[in-house]
């Protein structure tokens, strides 16, 4: 039966192992954004043996290019990007500590295999619900990379961001259950 | 000849793009709330839900529905007796781009292809531009988020896979596409023309009111066979499994060449966002 677990960040093997697919997670804490070209500098930081401006350990990183904050507003809207396009540079920071990941989308093999190795998880957000997500953020810095503009690395506070299980620590897939249960044969 | 200046397009452009994305359509409405209510699958429905309260906070609250403001695709009809005065017709616009997504506090998402640079102010816009009958001027601003787009394809079948093979590949495109461009969708079918027509088709064909059917019946019939066979495949909203992948298909179709059957595929995710203005 899928269960909603609450989660603080940093997170423990513990706290993902007893995740499975289709668990609700709401997350609170503190959350990591980057997308295509964060990550890239990431991996090209750990390349040539420099510094990370995070420590990886127990976190969760979120894949999200926030719009602008209206002046006295936190955040814009905020919801996932496609996570497909992080899958290149997921496993390295999975070995790093990394513990979870939020995003929308299929991953590769690679990336699901690397989760099953070193205890992570990958958490899906609603798509296109940027408004909605945006009111579970409560405080959002730039900490990298400012020059990337919506793609600089952001350190958000977040409480109660809901989210559901894609893939845990057993290497399973939620995309692949829901489609099995729901496909049926075309007519034609 | 009736003169439009080309500060009143650089004003509607503006608020044209800002209340696409802040401001979702009826028809899309409509169709989140059917969803809500005949979608089979407990998560499915949920999506819907909260897709439905999505858009109440974007226009309550003032935030983008999506953070995802997109490429600013803009379709002008100019009309053949306007005579634009003023300015440059296509600064215009780009100007009304710029105005928008910095006073809107849109998403900057455009950046130079190889280097990554962000180009700061969501220019330059896609711009097409037709010729019509008339003095009126009308642009539709439609920002594309760069997730649904990413799954769209195009193909040049031969003439021999007719129908039946356009189907195959409209099946296998969203089938592809899976979870990753935020379903429910919306597909737009572009069938004939040539390489770059079957694409510009697709496109077009996600301007037409969301669920309505292509006047011509021969074609209409294609977009519910289509929808029946996408909604088939179980992908469901978010892609957690359900009935309703697509809320429609949008098929738009013209003659083409006696050696090729051009077909695209552009996937439309449910922040389906378009806004008209006539001058």
Redesign the interface.
């Known amino acids: 039966m899928a269960k909603t677990v609450k989660l603080t960040s940093p997170l423990t093997d513990q706290d993902v192992l007893q995740l499975n697919i289709g668990d609700t997670v709401l997350v609170s804490g503190v959350i990591y954004t980057a997308r295509?070209?964060a990550h890239k500098r990431l991996v090209d930081l750990l390349a040539k043996g420099e510094p990370l401006p995070m420590d990886l350990a127990g976190q969760i990183m979120y894949y999200?290019?926030?719009?602008?904050?209206?002046p006295g507003r936190v955040i814009?809207?905020?919801?996932p990007?496609?996570s497909?396009r992080m899958d290149s540079y997921a496993p390295t920071l999975i070995k790093m500590g990394l513990k979870a990941m939020i995003g929308?989308?299929?991953r590769a093999v690679e990336v699901i295999d690397a989760m099953k190795a070193y205890k992570a998880v990958y958490l899906?957000a609603?798509?296109?619900?940027?408004?909605?997500i945006?009111?579970r953020i409560k405080a959002a810095e730039v900490i990298a990379f400012p020059e990337?503009?919506?793609?600089a690395v952001h350190r958000l506070e977040v409480e109660d961001f809901p989210a559901?299980v894609i893939n845990d620590c057993q290497g399973r897939d939620?995309?692949e259950?829901?489609?099995?249960?729901?496909?049926?044969?075309?007519?034609? | 000849m009736r003169q439009i200046e080309a500060a009143q397009v650089t004003q509607a452009v503006k608020a044209a793009a800002i209340a696409a994305n802040y401001e979702p359509g009826a028809d899309l409405l409509a169709a989140l709330a059917r969803g809500a209510e005949t979608e089979?699958?407990p998560?499915g429905k949920e999506?819907f839900r909260?897709?439905l309260?999505?858009?109440r906070?974007?226009k309550e609250?003032?935030?983008?529905?999506?953070?995802?403001?997109g490429l600013a695709v803009v379709f002008a009809e100019v009309g053949q007796d306007v005579r634009l005065v003023g300015g440059d017709f296509d600064q215009a616009i780009n100007e009304g781009i710029r105005q928008g997504y910095g006073e809107g506090?849109?998403?900057?998402?455009l950046c130079h292809p190889l280097t990554?640079a962000?180009t700061?102010d969501n220019t330059p816009a896609v711009i097409h531009t037709e010729i019509v009958p008339g003095d009126r001027l009308k642009l539709t601003v439609v920002p594309k988020g760069?997730?649904s787009e990413?799954m769209s394809r195009l193909y040049m079948l031969k003439p021999a896979d007719g129908l039946?093979g356009i189907?195959e590949k409209v099946?296998t495109a969203v089938q592809e596409a899976?979870?990753?461009?935020?379903p429910p969708i919306i597909v737009g079918v572009g069938i004939g023309g040539n390489f770059e027509r079957a694409a510009l088709l697709a496109k077009k064909s996600l301007l037409r009111e969301l669920g309505q059917a292509n006047p011509d019946p021969e074609v209409a019939v294609i977009e519910r066979q289509l929808l029946?066979?996408v909604n088939?495949?179980?992908?469901?909203p978010?892609?957690?499994?359900?009935?309703i992948t697509a809320m429609a298909v949008h098929v738009l179709m013209q003659p083409c060449h006696i050696a090729s059957l051009p077909v695209a595929v552009n996937i439309q995710?449910?922040?389906s966002r378009h806004q008209e203005v006539i001058l």
Do not use: W
């Open positions: 295509d070209a999200v290019g926030p719009s602008p904050a209206r814009g809207a905020a919801g990007t496609t497909y929308k989308g299929k899906g609603t798509g296109g619900a940027g408004a909605l945006s009111q990337l503009g919506p793609e559901i939620l995309y259950q829901g489609v099995r249960e729901y496909r049926r044969t075309a007519a034609r | 089979e699958s998560s999506i909260q897709l309260e999505n858009a906070i974007a609250e003032r935030i983008p529905m999506c953070q995802d403001c506090f849109l998403r900057k998402s990554r962000n700061g760069g997730g990413n039946a189907k099946v899976g979870p990753n461009p935020c029946e066979e088939c495949l179980g992908i469901g978010s892609g957690l499994g359900g009935r995710c449910h922040a």
